[in-house]
């Protein structure tokens, strides 16, 4: 596998980059949603939840952890997550600008 020579992009292009990788599995959104819906930390329950092994639920938080989007705390074996809504501005404000970049699709293309 090819080195991606991310020092050839801008700031900008990288940090999309990044956040879209992060939230680029259904189980990561899946986590992101169940969080915000319960307008809570939560401990312990995704594995109930979304029905996925807890390997594979702790592998997803570490994802998403990775890009700021969730904090924890650990209290002996039980570990909360709940969103940083800085970041998550900070992420709402990002993909608004990208996406509301003007698109004109030629002629060619339809």
């Known amino acids: 596998m090819g080195i ?19 939230l680029a ?3 990561r959104i899946a986590i992101l949603q169940h969080i915000i819906n319960q307008k809570a930390c939560i401990c ?3 594995v109930e939840e979304l029905g996925l092994a807890q390997a594979t639920i702790s592998q997803h938080l570490k994802e998403l ?9 650990i209290e002996g074996k039980t570990v909360c997550y ?3 809504e800085e970041i998550w501005k900070g992420m709402e ?18």
């Open 25 to 27: 599995h259904p189980a």
């Open 82 to 84: 709940c969103i940083n």
């Open 44 to 46: 312990n329950d995704l």
């Open 93 to 110: 404000k990002e993909l608004m600008i990208f996406f509301s970049q003007e698109v004109k699709v030629q002629a060619c293309c339809k």
């Open 65 to 73: 952890k990775s890009i700021g989007i969730i904090q924890g705390t």
């Open 4 to 22: 991606t020579k991310s020092e050839i992009f801008t700031d900008e292009q990288n940090k999309l980059a990044m956040l879209f990788k992060g």
